[in-house]
């Protein structure tokens, strides 16, 4: 069946540093593939997504590439901010599914 | 406009007691999900309704629980007999229709804990 394998947390990183949380997938066919964020105390948000090969999704500086030939979608941030303490799950969606299959999420905290 | 909303935020129950989860999606979204989020996982699939009827049930664990969508719109996720395994954040999302192109967005969640 299908699954995603995230970078295991948690991540602690300074204000401004570079960020990468892995991603790997195994699915049927091509799926699509997304971040969702969740801050302390609030629920699940769209962080970006992308639908077919070498798409890039983007959204609030971070950016995440669609690796048909790795089965990856890597989830990266030039210069983290605080605010961008959070956990962040990766998912997908495959075939005719029509519900996420999500990963099992890796907890940023970054520091001032 | 309003996000989805789901009613308790938190529910305390005793084991083998029934349960209700009810969940009010963005106004006119036809697909609603839900799934189950235990402690330091992610998200797991348990059903999905497209209008009315529940088009996918295979993520429910067991024949205990149960959910509804009479109307197309409000959804109620059942629990029977509870058990202390069932605690856990309940959580639904809606999108506009279904299949991967459309985003999904999600509640707050109902932290069910079962004694």
């Known amino acids: 069946g299908d699954s995603v394998t995230q970078m295991e947390g948690p991540v602690t990183l300074s204000e401004e540093a570079f960020l990468t949380i892995n991603c790997t997938y195994t699915a049927t066919g091509y799926p699509s593939l997304f971040w969702y964020v969740q801050y302390p105390g609030e629920g699940l948000q769209l962080l970006l997504k992308?639908?077919?090969?070498?798409d890039k999704g983007s959204n609030k500086g971070f950016e995440a590439t669609y690796r048909k030939e790795t089965t990856s979608f890597h989830l990266e941030k030039g210069s983290v901010q605080v605010s961008d303490s959070a956990v962040y799950f990766c998912a997908l969606i495959s075939g005719s599914a029509r519900q996420l299959t999500f990963g099992s999420g890796t907890q940023l905290t970054v520091l001032p | 406009g309003a996000g989805v909303s789901q009613t308790p935020s938190n529910k305390v129950t005793e084991k083998g007691k029934y349960v209700e989860l009810r969940c009010d999606p963005i106004?006119?979204?036809?697909?609603l999900y839900w799934y189950r989020q235990s402690l330091g996982q992610g998200p797991e699939f348990l059903i999905y309704f497209q209008g009315t009827g529940a088009a996918d049930d295979s993520g429910l664990p067991n024949d205990r629980f149960f959910a509804v969508r009479p109307e197309g719109s409000v959804s109620t996720l059942k629990i029977q007999r509870t058990e202390r395994g069932d605690s856990a954040v309940y959580l639904c999302?809606?999108?506009?229709?279904?299949?991967?192109?459309?985003?999904?967005?999600f509640g707050p969640g109902t932290r069910l804990t079962v004694l």
């Open positions: 992308a639908t077919k090969a070498d």
């Open positions: 999302a809606s999108s506009v229709t279904s299949g991967g192109a459309s985003t999904q967005y």
């Open positions: 106004s006119g979204h036809t697909a």
